[in-house]
């Protein structure tokens, strides 16, 4: 056989027609999208058996000569969604700054000011509330991109003429085993001065501890938030974090696997020889009963989704509280323990001997000696026996018998301004004996840089169930701490991180976890951000346990790799 004949051969045998390929490519991309629309639709389904928490929190924006832009006001609302009904809420706190009538639209002009609907936040959880098909949007594929772990196509959507009003218009990413759909950024089309306004938003599901992908967390905005101001107009750029949790309250079948699980240990030899000692003194009787209070308080607000479940969070928090102990020679009996409030607003308070910090205080310290300092002044109080009394009422069990919307009428840890005084020294007393007495000065700067914000924050900074920060207290000396360090590292002092910057939340179980994050080598003024509403980007896992991957339409009749590796045209 001649080299040209052998030639023509091999190139009759490893050419496709273009047209062919074009037809399978525009096939697979078509399964795809219709695996994505059912499975939305499913989706959709799920949720309406779920009632999580949702908190939506607002900042304005106001121009800023050296740092580009910072707060200025801000807004907090905190509620239980009820998804069987729609985007409907039902508020457990009396929301600050948000409309209470009901308008169609996120929010509308009023007296030249935003007027929010909390409702319009918690619709960012759906693509489309109903009719998410191709008889209302046309679907633009651009490519694969990973997510964290998560590999995802991408497509554009928009709606088709003559869909009407409140449809989305954006960018969608699926992931490639189900195809759910784990994130969608744009807005919803209609808006109108009359009618109201769409914010536009960042929307992130999660896969939870149950296998579900679960919405999470939510960024929005509007306006020029880079330079604090909406386009055409005197009003402030408005920016806003929308994270829900508490999906597995209320969930049987959580509660059945849990009674499946327990374990019955075997029975430990009794030495009948042994003098048995079983009886409580007064003493020990006083503190079961204050121990009691604790549980049942906690309890309470575990099984209502305020307080999160006990973890590593937890652990990290307790340890610190050790330092403290055991280098003031400390052995304070029933043992410290520390608990995670899930809501974002800063605050602290102790139950009994349980110290409690919010997640979002949590999220903006910096380092462990601000960490050690917070939890200093709560160790304070604990010695002074601040609020003991008032705790131990909780031991009758019949004084939590009431409805979650009245929890903070019903709870109220704060302490009074003599009181903080005084925890403050105390807490002084601990810091400056502790392995953190050098590095308090960071410490310092976060008080300070707190106290210096609190006037634009105000939401933020006001407790529902315990104290304020305290920032008038002086943990290193008046000099300013910055003096101490190197002029080439003035620039990298982070006094505090911005909102969303240090917990991760489980959104089934309110599991949390600490961020493992790369320092950044060089962070300019204007990206420190402290306090501040960011862009969320989250790193997606599929977790433990993934079900392996399902085909799409036609694609499960193709070779195994093919069905791993459909050919989309990929970037």
Known sequence: MSIVKRLSIVFAFSVV??????QQQAATINQVVDETVR??????????????LVETYIQDVRPDKNLGTVPDG????LGRAQLAKGAVIEPLIAPTGFMQRRLPALHSFISEEFNFDPRGFLQMIYVDTGDFDRQHYSFDYVGRVFLGDVRCFVFDIEPLQGAGRGRFVGRIWVEDHDYHIVRFNGTYSGSSRLM???????????RAANGQWLPTAIYSAEGDVERGRMRGTSLKAVKAQTRLWGYSLNQSSLREQELATIRVD????????AESINDYSAVQAERSWNRQAEDNVTGKLERLGLLASYGDVDKILETVVNNLEVTSDLDIQPEVRCRVLMTSTFESFTVGHTIVLSRGLIDVIPDEATLAAILAHELGHMLLGNGDQVDSEFAFFGLLRFNERDVFHHFDFAHTPDEEQAANQKGKELLQKSPYKDDLENAQLFLRALQSRSKDIPALVSPHLGDKVSTDWQLSSPASSQQNVPEKHVANIITALPLGGRIKV??????LEMM????APSVAEHEKRPFEV???????????????RRPVGAVAAKSDAEAIEPDLGTK
């Open 17 to 22: 027609p273009l047209t062919s390929f074009a």
């Open 39 to 52: 499975q939305e639709h499913a989706e959709m389904e799920l949720l309406r058996h779920y009632s999580p």
């Open 74 to 77: 801000d807004k907090y609302f």
């Open 196 to 206: 109201g306004y769409y914010f536009n938003f960042d929307s992130w599901r999660t």
């Open 266 to 273: 075997g029975e430990t030899p009794i030495d009948d020889q």
């Open 506 to 511: 489980e959104p089934w179980s309110d599991h």
């Open 516 to 519: 493992k994050t790369k320092p």
């Open 534 to 548: 960011t862009p969320l980007f989250i790193y997606l896992t599929r977790g433990d346990e993934v079900s392996p």
